[in-house]
């Protein structure tokens, strides 16, 4: 990561000729290796800055729209905070039961509406889809935050800038995703950037919750080796990301299905006691039991230092689209 903390981002006026000034982020699709880098390096220098000055005048007079469909912390408030950090302000939608959606206004109208009156909007929607057609329907950009089962882009470069602070490189990692693979849109997302770098992905998931074969196509293409475990101790002593996910009860439409495998794997100290000393444990939260709470103060425990990148990497999406990067 660069330490020069003067290039990367535009104090005055909007470069409307910068490779993401309004553009869309609806997949990691749209990341190639340099982009991966770029977006790195105004994180970085977003970290330096917060960690000086607090808050800059980056986006003074800029508005952001947060419209959130299905439940958020994390996205919601980092990308809140980012936009705050960066002098900006934001109109939350939290809660659309209260916004003419529940009068049958569609999703298009409703970003359309929203549109008139910011700058960018960053959309969460429990259908898999909706936010490229969210994205099609507006002018401005829209940064998907999770649209259903398909994938959370941002999330995904806020992972993939951790495991670079914590570990320093990609390549010749070996990354073992646990959980609920088949529902997760992390992990959709993260296998797909990862498949940009010489990795090794194992996957160690129930049967009924295995990673899709559309994801594991798209990452073969790439020539990444992908092997599918049942059992973590399989794999744990030589893995370098453990990347654990919740079970994500909201998501069966089978109620005993989720009984059968909610607590199929628990990361405590003992089973940790096999793995590697440098390695991070990762997990894009909420968690609810699959990592016991005695982990959380072992220094391979990445995830709430994870959320913390997120604020920088979602500063920097921000300034990007809005041709301040
Ligand atoms: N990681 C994540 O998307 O968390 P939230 O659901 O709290 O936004």
Redesign the pocket.
Known sequence: MPTNSSSLYLPFGENKNAAWYGKDIVSVKQFSREDLEYVFGVAHEMRGMVERVGTLDLLKGKILANLFYE??????SSFAAAMERLGGSVISINEVKYSSVTKGETLADTVRTLECYTDAIVLRHPETGSAEIAAKAMHKPLINA?DGTGE?PT?ALLDMFTIKAELKRFDDLTITMLGDLKYGR?VHSLARLLSLFNVKLNYVSPNILKMPKEVMDEVSEKGISQNEFSSLEDVLPETDVLYVTRVQKERFENADDYKKVKGAYIIDLDIMKTAKQKMIVMH???RVTEISMDFDDDPRAAYFRQMEYGLYVRMALLAMVLGKA
């Open positions: 439940p958020s912390t994390r996205t919601s999770g959370h999330q992390t894009p939260l909420p």
